[in-house]
């Protein structure tokens, strides 16, 4: 079983920025083979993908509505995955979740996730 709890979340104005955490613990958590993903869900909005990390290669994916503005990074030694969030806007606003993929290629949709943490509001005023 994986563990993932995020945080960094809260309130910022519009062009400002933030950096989420997600600390990934547990007896099967594997430091290798597999990848780390960030998503985020609007009210009344399905969860999509943000960006995603495969934690061996280091290899990286964004999607494209934050290409540019996002950086997703890792610790390895802390088992600890970052999401760098520059130049917000008020459509950022969202509870963003880490989440774990079993495999390491990077998925985007939400079944290619199999563990994932509480949420971590962020609210970006304009």
């Known amino acids: 079983q994986v563990q993932v709890v995020e945080s960094g979340g809260g309130l910022v104005q519009a062009g400002g920025s933030l950096r989420l955490s997600c600390a990934a613990s547990?007896?099967?958590?594997?430091?290798?083979?597999?990848?780390m993903g960030w998503f985020r869900q609007a009210p009344g909005k399905e969860r999509e993908f943000v960006a995603g990390?495969?934690?061996?290669?280091?290899?990286?994916h964004y999607a494209d509505s934050v290409k540019g503005r996002f950086t997703i990074s890792r610790d390895s030694a802390k088992n600890t995955v970052y999401l760098q969030m520059n130049a917000l806007k008020p459509e950022d606003t969202a509870v963003y979740y880490c989440?774990?993929?079993?495999?390491?290629?990077?998925?985007?949709?939400?079944?290619?996730?199999?563990?994932w943490g509480q949420g971590t509001q962020v609210t970006v005023s304009s």
């Open positions: 989440a774990r993929d079993p495999t390491p290629g990077l998925g985007i949709r939400v079944d290619d996730y199999d563990s």
């Open positions: 547990g007896r099967t958590f594997r430091s290798y083979g597999y990848a």
């Open positions: 990390l495969g934690w061996t290669r280091g290899n990286t």
